[in-house]
């Protein structure tokens, strides 16, 4: 997501609930759609920002219409010092990144009902590393570089035939490429290579059989290839292909019922095949009043990583990652020439993954009493079947740890959200979201239950573990909190101040009963506070000023990206068409 220059988004959209019945794999709990700005009508709009850590952010975007063909360019210039807190790091230090992106966009409309669009971005991206990392209580000085590069580009042909029937055939590819060098004080190298090319071929039509129905039928064909110096030798290429087709129907009754449904089904050439259900459904009670409902199942196959990972990371102490289907092979190996210390019991659950599997339900309600107020509550629940972890399951005679990834059988995460939108004053607008989330292993809860975990007392004797100590799942927060207050007048003056809450959450089974409870470590809870404000004139041109994390949190051990308080300007400029 950091190659994502935000520049030229236009808009984000959210899709809640297992969506694997239109965009396939990985779309397990929801989607996030990110739709960049291709309007033509604007010929110039550039901006620059600069702030904190000597930050420079710069984007230009060129459109232009020439009778049938509208092109737009977009060209962004990124350069940090850059502020990184790693996990186990003994000190703070700069990691400068330059990162340049270029979105370059042809279409070209041969006639009424046929179109062309070509769409082609180009990322690289260095990154100078130094880094002091303490681990075990040995610590490694290591210096160097990583270059990432990144190739896009997609063509899409779309052809009405007439008002019932129109299709769209879709092409894509990508290759993206990343090479990190380190040294160590110590004159130790580490060197990374990993490449990816991914390529897709989609065919998708839409037919309206009768202004109440609908239907969209598509199918495509995947092929992914994966290089890596830590899977086995860079020469040895992984390679996975994903063959598809679905089909969703919308039916409405022209007046306050909407129904939608639809199923995928992916044959993948590593796993069985996956099929993808989702119905949902939307009633409007009142012109201010609607309810929506949706089921669906979700799919997501074990990736390149999870499967073939060999990776051991001196430059940090010496822990290592092992993929599945090579972590029993090497841990055995290693343990015949004494480098293992330890297994745990998790080691010997070590097996071939299995893909992982969701099936939620989303139910919400959204009310606007007025036109100044908004309220929109959401309840949902997920249950997921072999939800893949990394977790670590040995230790070496060295103490460096060792980890590998697992099924979690039977995981679940339910909660509620709560939205509201009101205006506060004529020019003054609040919004408030909360989220409270409930997460957990089935295996875990039965076995607390049936009182076979046990957890340790402050005096150190041992208790059966309660329900009432299990916390769910490691890294998810039970609360989230965001709340913000903004102002605009009819001068263009405007100003925003956003508030972030996380509540804690479990990072390290630090009682060894391989169960996250109360006695465990946690991250502390904390918040952000960020704002800004700044002028629209009517030449064009706008100025802001802002700030991000004003009360200055900072967690190193456990929010390494998190910078302390940081300042930036923007200056932007909008050429308009006089017509």
């Known amino acids: 997501l950091n190659r994502i220059a935000v520049g030229n988004i236009k808009k984000i959209e959210i899709v809640k609930g297992p969506s694997s019945s239109l965009y396939g794999s990985e779309a397990m709990a929801g989607v996030i759609n990110i739709i960049t700005d291709r309007t033509a009508t604007i010929p110039l709009v550039a901006s620059v920002r600069y702030g904190s850590y000597n930050t420079s952010d710069a984007n230009i975007t060129l459109s232009k219409k020439i009778n049938k063909l509208n092109y737009q360019g977009f060209f962004n210039y990124y350069n940090t010092d850059g502020f990184s807190v790693r996990p186990n790091s003994n000190q703070r230090y700069i990691t400068p990144i330059l990162r340049k992106t270029t979105t370059q966009s042809l279409k070209y409309k041969f006639s009424e009902k046929t179109n062309l669009d070509f769409n082609f971005r180009y990322n690289t991206e260095n990154i100078k590393s130094i880094i002091a990392v303490a681990n075990n209580g040995t610590t490694i ?57 991914f390529k897709r071929l989609e065919n998708q039509s839409e037919i309206k059989l009768s202004n109440n129905i609908n239907t969209i039928v598509g199918l495509g064909i995947v092929d992914e290839t994966v290089n890596s110096s830590r899977y086995d030798f860079v020469d040895s290429a992984k390679k996975n292909t994903i063959k598809y087709v679905f089909n969703q129907w919308e039916w409405n009754n022209g007046k306050k019922l909407f129904v939608t449904s639809g199923f995928r089904f992916d044959d993948n050439k590593n796993y069985a095949s996956a099929f993808s259900p989702k119905l949902s459904i939307l009633y409007k009670a009142a012109i201010n009043l609607r309810f929506k409902m949706s089921v669906g199942r979700g799919f997501k196959a074990p990736d390149f990583r999870q499967l073939y990972l060999n990776f051991t990371n001196a430059a940090a102490g010496g822990y290592s990652v092992f993929g599945s289907v090579e972590a029993q092979k090497v841990i055995q190996k290693l343990n015949s020439l004494g480098q293992i210390g330890s297994l745990y019991d998790n080691y010997y659950k070590l097996k071939k993954l299995e893909p992982e599997y969701s099936t939620g339900i989303h139910l919400s309600a959204e009310w606007e009493p007025s036109y100044n107020n908004q309220f929109i509550f959401q309840v949902f629940r997920n ?178 990206n998190l910078a302390g308080r940081s300042f930036y300007m923007t200056f932007k400029y909008v050429l308009t068409n006089k017509k």
Do not use: C
Request: net charge positive; hydrophobic share 30%; charged share 15%.
């Open 141 to 197: 000085y290591s210096n160097g570089n990583e270059n990432n590069n990144d190739i896009n580009a997609a063509i899409i042909l779309n052809h009405q035939f007439n008002n019932a029937f129109k299709t769209k055939f879709n092409g894509y590819y990508t290759h993206y490429e990343s090479k990190q060098d380190l040294v160590t004080l110590s004159g130790n190298p580490y060197n990374d290579l990993y490449k990816q090319n």
């Open 383 to 560: 249950d997921i079947n072999n939800l893949i972890d990394v977790q670590q399951v040995g230790n070496y005679a060295s103490g460096g740890q060792i980890y590998s990834y697992l099924n979690i059988k039977n995981a679940f995460t339910t909660g509620l959200e709560l939205e509201a939108k009101q205006k506060v004053f004529k020019n003054i607008n609040a919004s408030l979201g909360y989220q409270f989330l409930i997460t957990g292993d089935k295996a875990q809860i039965n076995a607390i239950k049936n009182g076979t975990v046990y957890t340790k007392n402050t005096d150190g004797t041992s208790r059966k573990l309660t329900m009432n100590d299990y916390v769910g799942l490691p890294n998810i927060s039970k609360h989230r909190i965001q709340a913000r207050v903004s102002y605009e007048n009819v001068h263009g003056i405007f100003a925003n101040i956003r508030v972030i809450y996380r509540s804690q959450w479990a990072v390290t089974n630090s009682n060894g009963n391989e169960v996250y409870d109360k006695g465990d470590q946690f991250a502390p809870g904390y918040f952000t506070i960020n704002g800004s404000i700044g002028k629209n004139y009517k030449n064009g041109i706008s100025l802001q000023a802002g700030t991000e994390n004003l009360n200055n949190y900072i967690d190193g051990q456990n929010l390494p």
